[in-house]
């Protein structure tokens, strides 16, 4: 998976890259397709957005769903945990589409006679 960390007008905090590919490399558990995702990190020079001046904005590109999840908060790394959050969600609820349910059980295997 290819990791794209896009900025507009914002300084982003020393650990950030490593914070980014750490918590979507473990995304990879799910098994779900996905060949690159761009984060794109915005920051709102207006002093009234105070408490929503950072704007983190996740997409997923490829041969896999199609996955997008914004969120705006007091600063980079606050704002990126709560698009993570919204962007696993995605994730759990896809990979559960995919399992199989319809599994026999001994209590419901035909008896071979």
């Given at each position: ?12 905090a020393s650990d950030f890259n490593e914070i980014v590919e ?51 908060e007091f600063n980079d790394l ?36």
């Amino acid at each position: 998976m290819k990791i794209n960390i896009h900025t507009r007008h914002a300084a982003l905090a020393s650990d950030f890259n490593e914070i980014v590919e750490e918590k979507l490399q473990s995304m990879e558990r799910f098994s779900i397709q996905i060949d690159r995702i761009e984060v794109e990190v915005t920051h709102e020079q207006n002093p009234r957005q105070g408490k929503h001046s950072h704007h983190v904005v996740i997409a997923s590109h490829g041969s896999g769903p199609a996955l997008r999840a914004e969120a705006s908060e007091f600063n980079d790394l606050a704002a990126f945990d709560v698009a993570i959050k919204s962007i696993e969600l995605q994730i759990r609820k896809i990979h559960e589409k995919s399992k199989d349910y319809k599994r026999e059980t001994i209590r419901t295997m035909p008896v071979a006679e």
